[in-house]
């Protein structure tokens, strides 16, 4: 065999897990078709995330009463603000090449098409490991609607990749991409509609806490329609249906953000008898296929679609392929909408313990009762603690500043099965947001 391992893509999944796999003693060839980073760093988590700081700047100026600084009066302007994203995402490409650079990995450019459970083939060159890891993520989703205009409709691929806002946008879905874009949007200026065909925003997230961010958005401008189904989108209007009424909205570009999928398209799947479906390519807790020696992980298995999550799991994967155990949680993933303000969970939902009929409790702890919260004039949040009845916490739901950072230590505290008494006894600095944990 040329490699141990060859892993197909070059996203937080595919070269966190070439850097583990390297460190574990392995040989290893990563395959990338297009830039490294995946979706994540190039038209994902990375570039919306500079666009939300830079969301979170102008709010804070327009916080102050003016866009002015040491005197000077400051004007948006987004193409400044795209040179800055592409800047972030050229940086940090950078420092992923020079981490695939190391000894053990070598990386090949071009599309990989598995040949059969050892081999796959880039332009027409055979490479062969012993083991072989898919990482190819996901592409965005699209609805089956015919009367769309092309030249109005767009996805957030689009969007991260123009240097001209529209001056009216509808976006369609309230998911994590709709509703971050829907805040950083109407922070630059766009005036912002969302169509979301669900009862409630942000299905993922507490319900309770859902609503609440979605009313601080409301408060700040962005138009919300729920429960309603797009119908078109021509000649400047978006027509929905709501509750048996058609309506119709006035709109430059219309956003679909209703979700992605599963890349497997041309990976030479059904040749090798690698069994998947539209939720993506079916594997065991190993990440292990149903061909032995083939694993998948991230957004092409469906299973969380999270780049955290394809990391994790790319090292449990490694870990199979070696031989060793880990302690990884599954079940204790965290996740956050860097929305203005943030929110962020872990675990289970109070809608899903209702559901299940179990005997929790539910603990809230607000913002404005926090000392630092206060002083950053930052008091519109709450922190949901959720328990089992022997009192162990076992979800975590925040909307508020910094709500990610407050879910992640929750989050940690969760793999070790504490119980609210116990976090109640660790001492946190005072004053921090982190306070806000223990009430």
Known sequence: MDFNLIIIGGGPGGYKTATYAASKGLTVLVVEKDELGGT???RGCIPTKTYARLAEVIETMKDAGSYALDGVTYSFDFAKAFARKQQVVETLRGGIATLLSASGITLVKGMAVMKDA???????????????????????????IPDLDKEMVCDSDWLLDTDVLPKRICIVGAGVIG?????????????????????ECLPP?????????????????????MQSALKGAASGKVTFERKG???????????LAVGRKPLTDGLGLDEVGIKYDAKGIAVDDNMLTS????????????????AHAAEMQGKRAVNAI?????????????????TLPEAASVGKTEDALKAEGADYRSIKHYYRANGKAVAMNETEGML?????????????????AHAADLVQEVSALMCQNITVEKLDDITHIHPTLSEIIVG
């Open 40 to 42: 994540c760093l190039n």
């Open 118 to 144: 050892h081999t796959v083939v880039v332009d027409g060159k055979d490479y062969s490991a012993d083991n072989i890891i898919i990482a190819t993520g996901s592409v965005s989703k699209s609805l089956p």
């Open 179 to 199: 509703m971050e874009f829907a805040s950083i949007l109407n922070s630059f200026g766009c005036e912002v509609t969302v169509v979301e065909f669900l009862k």
């Open 322 to 338: 070696v031989g060793c155990g880990d302690d990884i949680r599954f079940d204790v993933m965290p996740a956050a909408v860097f």
């Open 291 to 306: 061909v032995e020696n083939v694993y998948a992980i991230g957004d092409v298995n469906g299973r969380q679609m999270l």
């Open 245 to 255: 009424k058609v309506t119709e909205v006035e709109a430059d570009k219309v956003l």
């Open 205 to 225: 997230i507490d319900s309770d806490i859902a609503k609440r961010l979605r009313k601080c958005l409301e408060k700040r401008g962005v138009t919300f329609y």
């Open 384 to 400: 949901k603690l959720l328990t089992d009845a022997g009192g162990k916490v076992v979800g975590c739901h925040v909307y508020g």
